[in-house]
């Protein structure tokens, strides 16, 4: 098993940032991905990052609306695995729950996840 636990939601106005952290422990992957979705209010939820890695290397993924304005990385401890979300020019449209998952198939980032955190909110005001 495999724990999530996200934190750094918040409010923001427009144009701010903010940075979300995603704590994993339990079972731990030699290889994986961890991404980030997002679910507003009326819509289905929707993938916004990840980030993988395998004996080979590892890469990085976002949705269109977020390029160059958000950064998804890892930072491996010796137990706990931290994936972070750093968001920049923060939209209103960027509004909603963000909820941090795990799988163990660096090739099915977009989808794959066996793992899902309890989610953080996060709120752009204009």
């Known amino acids: 098993q495999v724990q999530l636990v996200e934190s750094g939601g918040g409010l923001v106005q427009a144009g701010g940032s903010l940075r979300l952290s995603c704590a994993a422990s339990?079972?731990?992957?030699?290889?994986?991905?961890m991404g980030w979705f997002r679910q507003a209010p009326g819509k289905e939820r929707e993938f916004v990052a990840a980030?993988?890695?395998?004996?080979?290397?590892?890469?990085?993924?976002?949705v269109d609306s977020v390029k160059g304005r958000f950064t998804i990385s890892r930072d491996n401890a010796k137990n706990t695995v931290t994936v972070y979300l750093q968001m920049n020019s923060l939209k209103p449209e960027d509004t909603a729950v963000y909820y941090c998952?795990?799988?163990?198939?660096?090739?099915?980032?977009?989808?794959?996840?066996?793992?899902w955190g309890q989610g953080t909110q996060v709120t752009v005001s204009s």
């Open positions: 998952a795990a799988g163990a198939n660096p090739r099915t980032w977009s989808t794959g996840y066996n793992y």
């Open positions: 339990g079972r731990t992957f030699s290889s994986g991905t």
């Open positions: 980030i993988t890695w395998s004996w080979n290397g590892g890469s990085t993924y976002y």
